[in-house]
């Protein structure tokens, strides 16, 4: 139970809960709660492959900067172990979205999605560009709940989507700016700073609210 426990962790559960549970309720509008399931079982699936990306990219940083909240810096897995599940979930991953529900066009939008996820672990969140993956991503979540059912998502929801997914990214460096900054992790956030990242953060939660609310 401890390596489940350390692979749960080592995904950034909350979020990928978090997300997870947005896909669930979404699919359930779209299709109804049985295929609901399924959907929001594959999109967890490539949640995982994000989240431990991002811990086995990070493991060196994570150590210098002793983050024993990390799983691998704990020690409660192995970076060994981590990678074999990665090798495993990325295939598995492709199948479960691709041959489920959401069908060709549908599973190959979240998968896009998940790619810039792992872009942004691997090269994105060192450059300005560092919010354009996140922008990608989570305007892909919905779209690819919508065009499984053969519609065209509508601007609000990919745009909204858009714009929150940005505010996200600015939000969830915010804890960690120091010490990204020591480590050479040149983000958008981390080049204007926590005052700044703030204000962004709040102006695009505002336009997302208003791409939803007005746009619909």
Known sequence: ???????LKASHFGPTLLVTTISWFLAAYYWWEGPAYVIA??????????????DLYDYEDDLKHSRQNKPLVAGSISRG??????RFMVPF???ANLLGPLGFK???????GISMGVAYNFYFKFNVFSWLPYALAFAALPSCVVISKGLNPPVWMWLGGALLGSAAHFINVIKDMDQDRLSGIGGLPQRIGKRNSIVAAAVLIALG???VFFLK
């Open 1 to 7: 139970m401890g390596k489940v426990r350390g692979l």
């Open 41 to 54: 079982f594959g999109v967890f699936t490539g949640q995982l492959i994000v989240g431990w990306s991002n």
């Open 81 to 86: 172990y981590l990678i074999n599940w990665l």
């Open 93 to 95: 991953s492709f199948a």
């Open 106 to 112: 549908g599973g190959l939008v979240y998968m896009f």
């Open 209 to 211: 609210a208003t791409a």
